[in-house]
């Protein structure tokens, strides 16, 4: 992969980030998980984006070919609900199954307002099921636990990185790695993974955070891991 091809997406991120709010504030998150996509597959390869577009106004389908060099193919809520319905595909059909920024919006409520796991257990269960054998799946999401989400209980705000309000719309609840963790091992499905964190902060923001982080870790009484440092979560594994 050439770095004008890097280039030419990042332009396009920036470009389209001056007319959509959503890319505005993702465009560096957007940018780390194609970059690492391109990383992860081979040329010719079948990949699954769950939560990916190919729209009129943004395209996932656009960013991710211009990196890689692979038959797209995405499922979005326009298609079918991932929380509760079974992917329109046969086992074993892709060679890497993606899904950035969308685990976070599975969660189904039990009566009464409990939240309920079920949606992101059957979203697991089905990229599993679709994905080849020695298939790669990776999943980035916003990390509830990094020094960002942390500092707002200093603003009695919730915890977590896009956080709602009374005026403001944010995730019902965030995951970090121990979470991911935590459903590979309920699944017994990707047990064996990697996590790793990464910032997509403006440098003036990450500087402010990276300035208070000694204190809270002071506070922790432990030093803040690699996979919590950062803003976004990234969990990579493969079908056994």
């Known amino acids: 992969m050439s770095n004008l091809k890097k280039i ?16 505005k504030n993702g465009k560096k998150r957007i940018y780390n998980t194609i970059v690492k996509t391109s ?4 040329k010719g390869q079948k990949i699954l984006d769950i939560g990916g577009n190919d729209g009129k106004k943004y395209s996932f389908k656009k960013y991710t070919l211009s990196l890689c060099d692979v ?36 969660w189904l409520m039990y009566d009464g307002g409990m939240l309920n796991w079920n949606g992101i257990l059957n979203f697991w269960k089905e990229a599993h099921r679709v994905l080849k054998p020695n298939g790669t799946f990776y999943v980035s999401t916003r990390n509830r636990v990094c020094p960002l989400a942390l500092l707002k209980v200093l603003t009695h705000d919730f915890i977590q990185v896009s956080y709602p309000s009374v005026s ?28 790793f964190s990464t910032s997509s902060l403006p440098r003036y923001r990450q500087a402010w ?32």
Do not use: M, W
């Not at 995405?74 to 685990?103: G, M, Q, W």
């Not at 019902?172 to 979470?179: G, H, I």
């Open 209 to 240: 955070v990276d300035k208070k982080t000694p204190r809270l870790q002071n506070f922790l009484g432990r030093e803040i891991l690699q996979e919590e440092l950062y803003d976004t979560i990234h969990f990579i594994s493969h079908k056994t």
């Open 71 to 106: 038959e797209y193919n995405y499922i979005s809520r326009k298609h079918l609900d991932i929380r509760t319905e079974k992917l329109p595909y046969d086992n074993n059909s892709f060679d890497l199954v993606s899904c950035h920024e969308a685990i976070e919006h599975f």
């Open 168 to 195: 403001r719309k944010g995730h019902v609840n965030e995951l970090c790695a121990k979470d991911l963790r935590s459903i590979a091992d309920a699944t017994n499905l990707f047990t064996d993974n990697t996590t």
């Open 39 to 42: 990383e992860l597959t081979n």
């Open 8 to 23: 030419k997406l990042a332009r396009k991120l920036i470009e389209d980030g001056k007319k959509y709010h959503y890319i």
